[in-house]
């Protein structure tokens, strides 16, 4: 099971993997990744076309009032959103109004921006340390009722630019929930440290060092992947990956030694991995690769300002910066081309899905005009 950062889905639903230079996707062992056809290893998408459907002409509905909203998940009955204007972050129930009208319980936070899935029980998030320069990682059980003090992993960290949480098939500790990586692209890593269900255990250490820039991850139980940025000077990017593995402290050798997926990419591209296939959206296309022999997959040609990522086995999504939109791909060749699933949505970022719905998050300092928004699949 694993969750990336904005994240995406939950516990018990066909879920989703995320990106946002944050990456969160929750794998099966809560039941979360599998959508709606169960796809086959590499394929990149269903084994049967015909078990995909998607809504025609959606509604976009808002679910949530809210000027500062960032990192969104949802578990199928309740949804997750970090609140930067308003120091917080929020759970709301899918139903009789959402965050709109009813708020389950709310977390104090000082400008907190990314938001995963951690295991089956927790939901966690990056905020900002109000006593130094630096992020820190935070966590409560999903069923929280603020009776208890919020878990935070106070180790400075310079930037978190993205965040996963995995299970790393047994290799993690003897008796941890996980593992959780991420993204400091100002001292230019990748670090981890263990969970086991209680509070962060421990000092985090080095996955992999000297990675110029380090952004967007991906991942599932057997390799992280990251984006490493401005390797020319035309300021393009490679996607470098390693075997998921833990490195604790008293035993660090070094870490890992990256290879390179595919080099050369436009810009800074947000990068997503489902049924080992490589998904990522650049500046002017959708792209895929098996990323154990990558051959670039051109899915389709398109302008855009990728905010955010997220896959299931049916379809690609992301949210579009360049044209205010969010956009949907049907795997595993976007045949048709990407198709526009809402638009006029001002500042869209992270994005998230569950079984059978997309959600998105839009930033406006403006509540009439940000918030959540959310269309049937």
């Not at 029980?121 to 820190?136: E, I, K, L």
């Not at 981890?192 to 060092?209: E, M, W």
């Not at 956009?327 to 998230?352: E, F, H, M, V, Y």
């Amino acid at each position: 099971m694993r969750l990336v950062a904005v994240l995406c889905a939950a516990s018990g639903v066909a879920a989703c993997d995320v990106i946002l230079g944050i990456d969160h996707d929750y794998r099966q062992g809560d039941a979360a990744l599998d959508v709606v056809g169960g796809g086959e290893a590499g394929d990149g998408g269903p084994s049967d076309a015909g078990t995909c459907s998607f809504a025609v002409n959606p509604v976009v509905e808002q679910l949530a009032l809210l000027d500062g909203s960032f990192g969104i998940a949802s578990d199928d009955s309740s949804i997750y959103v970090t609140d930067m204007a308003g120091n917080r972050v929020l759970k709301c129930p899918l139903v009789d109004g959402g965050c709109k009208t009813q708020i389950t319980w709310t977390a104090p936070s000082f400008a907190p921006t990314l938001l995963m899935f951690e295991g089956p029980t927790y939901v966690g998030w990056t905020d900002q340390n109000p006593d130094a320069a630096s992020h820190r990682l935070r966590k409560v059980e999903r069923d929280w009722d603020g009776s208890t003090s919020i878990d935070t992993q106070s180790n400075p960290y310079s930037e978190v630019s993205s965040m996963l949480y995995s299970f790393l098939n047994g290799t993690a500790p003897s008796g941890s929930d996980g593992v959780i990586f991420w993204t400091d692209p100002n001292i230019k890593n990748v670090a981890q440290y263990y969970v086991t269900g209680a509070p962060p255990q421990g000092n985090y250490s080095l996955f992999v060092n000297g990675e110029n820039d380090a952004r967007a991850l991906a991942g599932d139980d057997s390799d992280v992947y990251w984006l490493v940025t401005g390797v020319n000077s035309s300021n393009q990017s490679d996607i470098h990956t390693c075997a998921a593995k833990y490195y604790p402290l008293d035993t660090y050798d070094g870490g890992c030694t990256p290879t390179t997926v595919i080099d050369h990419l436009t810009g800074q591209p947000l990068i997503a991995v489902r049924n080992n296939v490589l998904y990522w959206v650049e500046g002017n296309g959708v792209r895929s690769c098996n990323p154990k022999a990558c051959v670039l997959n051109n899915l389709a040609d398109v302008q855009s300002v990728p905010g955010a990522i997220a896959v299931d086995d049916c379809a690609l999504y992301w949210t579009d910066l360049g044209d205010n939109s969010v956009k949907r791909c049907a795997l595993p060749d976007c045949s048709g081309g990407p198709t526009r699933i809402a638009s006029n949505q001002n500042n869209p970022r992270a994005i998230a899905l569950d079984s059978t719905r997309v959600y998105w998050s839009t930033s406006t300092g403006d509540a009439s005009t940000g918030g959540i928004w959310s269309v049937p699949k």
